[in-house]
């Protein structure tokens, strides 16, 4: 690189800064041409249909990404905490198993809308819910989403901890100088903050390529997990007497603690069935993401019996039962060879934690504030965002030390999720057969408006569905204020499939009886076109994807490299 160029990059670099800090309007970004919206709507191409060349998803980038997602410290302890409501291991098992079915079905049907017309969640549920109602939606579910991202990181962090005391013993025991409001410690803040700088480059990768992450992820993860679960099987002399404990309850109070257990489970994954179409939309074929079917509840069993053995043995190991495997890896720091074991199985953890992150939180909550704030978010911008907000000024960590009320609302808060799940699937299967028309999704004042841009249909049914479940969702929060009907509770433990399965119905009804005959179209009206250069366009500097290649054979007065973030 010669002087000019580096002063030129320099200058531009600092041009940009000065702007950025000074003129808040310098941080809107471009209307680009490529969108399929109407002129008049601010678009960005993040929200347009795939491109037909970023469609990279095949039905290994599907499987690679529900590894990623199901083989996570959250999955191995879930089937092991059911058996401390007094439930046995095959109770456990059976559990874990019907709730990964719920999660694989409402997402394999959702993911269709994805696979077929290449579009986000928040774009597809304006076709159900109605162009300006579908909002509501898309804040709920980045609500959500922020939050958890900021709880997975502080999670994460333990990772961190685990790494540094088998390289460094005394770091087990580094002194504390941050107060008892900070929730967190000296030792804690540090590996929090590392961790967050592990992870930050990578939110950076772009969804299409995602499934290379992933890839790394289950090469790495699978030898480790079996390793973990056949080592400590081994020195247990076998996998210990759980599967043999029996149930200390019986009764109806047996099966409604089966219930509650599953919705619990099915829950933790609610999300992930309603913004699926936000991965699915780079299908390479529509019947790539099946695949989702058989693949999620084989993981997820998979996982939490290694996490039923590995309680199970670690308590003839150890004489107490570690629920985590970070709990097991700890008990390895007391010699060389275990500080070398604990590096590297604590470091593929890591990976691990950050994989859920990106896959589960941060891609969700970015495509979020794509929709919400067009003028100002891309992709890029929602990630960075969330990686501030729901990492810095939400202090995560001290959400999980202390704030067990909002924890359990932030869980609760999942019955949202529900009957939007089952009005997609509905909407898209039932009352529509597949036929959307794309680019009146982007147009609000299009078929799909409805009545002032809502679909009473669709409000009716997700306010009948959630009404009946506040207050219990009120009582879960504050257990000690709020005196409810044993009704109301037994409902509440089963909230997820009452809410599914409720909301298709009524919403099928509804629709059956009173139709928009308007949005019940022949045919699909696709939303391709060869100018559509979603995803990799160079939004930032204002020059659109077909710009950049008909300028690519000139040389640019302005470095390439002024135009990033």
Same mark, same amino acid.
């Given at each position: 690189?010669?002087?000019?160029?580096?002063?030129?990059?320099?200058?531009?670099?600092?041009?940009?800064?000065? +702007?950025?800090?000074?003129?808040?309007?310098?941080?809107?970004?471009?209307?680009?041409?490529?969108?399929?919206?109407?002129?008049?709507?601010?678009?960005?191409?993040?929200?347009?249909?795939?491109?037909?060349?970023?469609?990279?998803?095949?039905?290994?980038?599907?499987?690679?990404?529900?590894?990623?997602?199901?083989?996570?410290?959250?999955?191995?302890?879930?089937?092991?905490?059911?058996?401390?409501?007094?439930?046995?291991?095959?109770?456990?098992?059976?559990?874990?198993?019907?709730?990964?079915?719920?999660?694989?079905?409402?997402?394999?049907?959702?993911?269709?809308?994805?696979?077929?017309?290449?579009?986000?969640?928040?774009?597809?549920?304006?076709?159900?819910?109605?162009?300006?109602?579908?909002?509501?939606?898309?804040?709920?579910?980045?609500?959500?989403?922020?939050?958890?991202?900021?709880?997975?990181?502080?999670?994460?962090?333990?990772?961190?901890?685990?790494?540094?005391?088998?390289?460094?013993?005394?770091?087990?025991?580094?002194?504390?100088?941050?107060?008892?409001?900070?929730?967190?410690?000296?030792?804690?803040?540090?590996?929090?903050?590392?961790?967050?700088?592990?992870?930050?480059?990578?939110?950076?990768?772009?969804?299409?390529?995602?499934?290379?992450?992933?890839?790394?992820?289950?090469?790495?993860?699978?030898?480790?997990?079996?390793?973990?679960?056949?080592?400590?099987?081994?020195?247990?002399?076998?996998?210990?007497?759980?599967?043999?404990?029996?149930?200390?309850?019986?009764?109806?109070?047996?099966?409604?603690?089966?219930?509650?257990?599953?919705?619990?489970?099915?829950?933790?994954?609610?999300?992930?069935?309603?913004?699926?179409?936000?991965?699915?939309?780079? $299908?390479?074929?529509?019947?790539?993401?099946?695949?989702?079917?058989?693949?999620?509840?084989?993981?997820?069993?998979?996982?939490?019996?290694?996490?039923?053995?590995?309680?199970?043995?670690?308590?003839?190991?150890?004489?107490?039962?570690?629920?985590?495997?970070?709990?097991?890896?700890?008990?390895?720091?007391?010699?060389?060879?275990?500080?070398?074991?604990?590096?590297?199985?604590?470091?593929?953890?890591?990976?691990?934690?950050?994989?859920?992150?990106?896959?589960?939180?941060?891609?969700?909550?970015?495509?979020?504030?794509?929709?919400?704030?067009?003028?100002?978010?891309?992709?890029?911008?929602?990630?960075?965002?969330?990686?501030?907000?729901?990492?810095?000024?939400?202090?995560?960590?001290?959400?999980? $030390?202390?704030? +067990?009320?909002?924890?359990?609302?932030?869980?609760?808060?999942?019955?949202?999720?529900?009957?939007?799940?089952?009005?997609?699937?509905?909407?898209?299967?039932?009352?529509?057969?597949?036929?959307?028309?794309?680019?009146?999704?982007?147009?609000?004042?299009?078929?799909?408006?409805?009545?002032?841009?809502?679909?009473?249909?669709?409000?009716?049914?997700?306010?009948?569905?959630?009404?009946?479940?506040?207050?219990?969702?009120?009582?879960?929060?504050?257990?000690?204020?709020?005196?409810?009907?044993?009704?109301?509770?037994?409902?509440?433990?089963?909230?997820?499939?009452?809410?599914?399965?409720?909301?298709?119905?009524?919403?099928?009804?509804?629709?059956?009886?009173?139709?928009?005959?308007?949005?019940?179209?022949?045919?699909?009206?696709?939303?391709?076109?060869?100018?559509?250069?979603?995803?990799?366009?160079?939004?930032?500097?204002?020059?659109?994807?077909?710009?950049?290649?008909?300028?690519?054979?000139?040389?640019?007065?302005?470095?390439?490299?002024?135009?990033?973030?």
């Amino acid at each position: 690189m010669d002087s000019f160029t580096f002063r030129q990059r320099g200058r531009a670099i600092k041009d940009k800064t000065r +702007a950025r800090l000074t003129d808040r309007h310098s941080w809107r970004l471009p209307k680009q041409t490529s969108s399929i919206a109407p002129p008049h709507v601010w678009s960005n191409a993040d929200q347009d249909p795939v491109p037909e060349d970023k469609r990279t998803w095949s039905k290994w980038a599907f499987i690679g990404y529900w590894y990623s997602d199901l083989v996570t410290i959250s999955t191995w302890t879930a089937a092991s905490a059911i058996m401390t409501t007094g439930l046995t291991a095959t109770d456990a098992v059976l559990i874990v198993l019907v709730a990964a079915i719920c999660n694989a079905i409402p997402t394999v049907l959702n993911g269709a809308i994805g696979s077929d017309l290449h579009i986000p969640f928040p774009i597809a549920c304006r076709a159900s819910y109605g162009y300006w109602l579908s909002y509501f939606c898309v804040v709920t579910r980045g609500i959500l989403a922020l939050f958890w991202f900021g709880v997975q990181s502080a999670n994460g962090g333990t990772c961190v901890t685990a790494i540094l005391t088998a390289i460094w013993p005394s770091y087990a025991h580094l002194p504390n100088t941050l107060p008892k409001s900070a929730g967190t410690t000296s030792q804690g803040m540090l590996s929090y903050f590392i961790y967050w700088c592990i992870q930050f480059p990578l939110l950076l990768i772009p969804s299409h390529k995602l499934q290379h992450l992933f890839w790394v992820k289950t090469v790495l993860v699978t030898p480790m997990a079996l390793a973990m679960v056949i080592w400590i099987t081994v020195i247990a002399g076998g996998q210990g007497d759980f599967f043999y404990a029996p149930a200390t309850v019986s009764g109806s109070k047996r099966a409604w603690l089966w219930l509650s257990n599953l919705t619990s489970v099915t829950g933790g994954y609610s999300t992930l069935a309603v913004n699926i179409p936000d991965f699915s939309r780079f $299908s390479k074929t529509r019947g790539a993401q099946l695949w989702q079917l058989p693949v999620i509840p084989i993981f997820k069993t998979i996982v939490g019996v290694f996490g039923i053995i590995s309680a199970s043995a670690s308590k003839k190991v150890y004489g107490t039962v570690y629920w985590s495997p970070l709990e097991i890896i700890g008990q390895w720091q007391g010699s060389p060879g275990g500080r070398a074991a604990a590096f590297f199985a604590a470091s593929i953890w890591l990976l691990a934690q950050v994989s859920v992150n990106i896959s589960a939180n941060s891609i969700s909550f970015a495509n979020d504030i794509t929709t919400v704030a067009p003028q100002w978010f891309n992709i890029r911008r929602g990630v960075v965002l969330v990686s501030f907000v729901g990492g810095w000024a939400l202090c995560p960590w001290i959400i999980i $030390s202390s704030a +067990a009320a909002f924890l359990n609302f932030m869980s609760a808060y999942a019955i949202f999720m529900a009957p939007i799940a089952g009005i997609l699937a509905c909407d898209y299967w039932l009352v529509k057969r597949r036929r959307y028309d794309v680019p009146a999704l982007y147009d609000p004042d299009g078929i799909y408006r409805y009545r002032c841009g809502v679909n009473w249909r669709a409000l009716v049914t997700t306010l009948v569905v959630i009404v009946p479940l506040l207050p219990a969702l009120a009582k879960k929060v504050t257990p000690q204020n709020v005196a409810i009907s044993e009704g109301l509770v037994n409902l509440f433990t089963f909230n997820w499939l009452y809410g599914f399965f409720v909301a298709v119905f009524l919403f099928y009804g509804l629709n059956y009886f009173f139709p928009d005959r308007t949005t019940l179209i022949p045919n699909v009206v696709p939303g391709d076109a060869p100018v559509l250069r979603a995803v990799d366009a160079d939004v930032e500097s204002g020059v659109s994807q077909d710009e950049k290649i008909r300028g690519e054979a000139k040389t640019s007065s302005e470095p390439a490299f002024a135009r990033e973030i």
